[in-house]
């Protein structure tokens, strides 16, 4: 079975430092991908995707991430946080062209000011 | 303009109620799911609807029944209500697989409604 997983859990930073948070899929086919962001008391909203071509996918408010296919990976990275992206980051995939989102178990980061 | 509303935003309820909850999307898609959220913010899909029509069921008790009396509703009704029910529900909607368009897998999420069991 298809599955997402985030090594960190808790993530705390501070202001202007740089951002890397690690997904990685278990699927072996296609595969689309996905990171939501969850901001405190609020509904999921799309950072960015990935279906196909450039790796190197830019998304909303500066984030980027990178679909490395051979180490089964698309870790987002933003080169300078702000307090204000204090929220709960969700990695997901959509696989085999199906139209289920499998979810990783999210990583919560914190910036300080 | 909410593209995807639900309705209530919190309920709260005893043990042994049925209560439902309910979505609309005016997005013009295909298809509508449910999210359960538990207490760790991890998401697990509950359904899947497509025009209507059931296309995922995963292993959710069957005191859940959700319904989509047209493709740009899906209630979710939840009989004889446990503890273990307490979460945030998600409906989420998006293009189905017949349009065969990458961007059509993007899901579109509500705000959530937090059910909490006493």
């Known amino acids: 079975a298809q599955s997402v997983s985030q090594h960190n859990h808790h993530v705390i930073l501070s202001e202007a430092a740089s951002l890397e948070l690690g997904c990685n899929y278990s699927y072996g086919g296609t595969v689309n991908l996905f990171w939501y962001v969850q901001y405190p008391g609020q509904h999921l909203q799309l950072l960015l995707k990935y279906f196909s071509g450039d790796p190197l996918v830019k998304g909303i408010k500066g984030f980027e991430a990178e679909f490395i296919k051979s180490k089964f990976s698309f870790n987002l990275r933003k080169p300078s946080v702000q307090w204000s992206d204090t929220a709960e980051y969700f990695c997901a995939a959509i696989t085999g062209g199906g139209n289920k989102l499998t979810f990783g178990t999210g990583t919560q980061l914190k910036v300080e000011l | 303009d909410t593209a995807v509303s639900q309705t209530p935003k919190y309920l709260v309820t005893q043990m042994g109620n049925d209560k439902s909850i309910k979505c609309e999307q005016n997005l013009g898609h295909d298809t509508m799911y449910w999210y359960k959220q538990d207490s760790k913010k991890f998401l697990k899909i509950m359904f899947s609807y497509n025009n209507k029509e059931l296309i995922i069921n995963e292993t959710v008790p069957n005191r859940f029944s959700p319904k989509s009396p047209d493709k740009a509703h899906l209630n979710l009704h939840i009989n004889s209500l446990e503890l273990g029910d307490s979460a945030v529900y998600f409906c989420?909607?998006?293009?189905?697989?017949?349009?065969?368009?990458?961007?059509?897998?993007?899901?579109?999420f509500g705000p959530g409604t937090r059910l909490t069991v006493t």
């Open positions: 989420a909607s998006s293009f189905g697989l017949a349009g065969g368009v990458a961007s059509s897998y993007e899901q579109y």
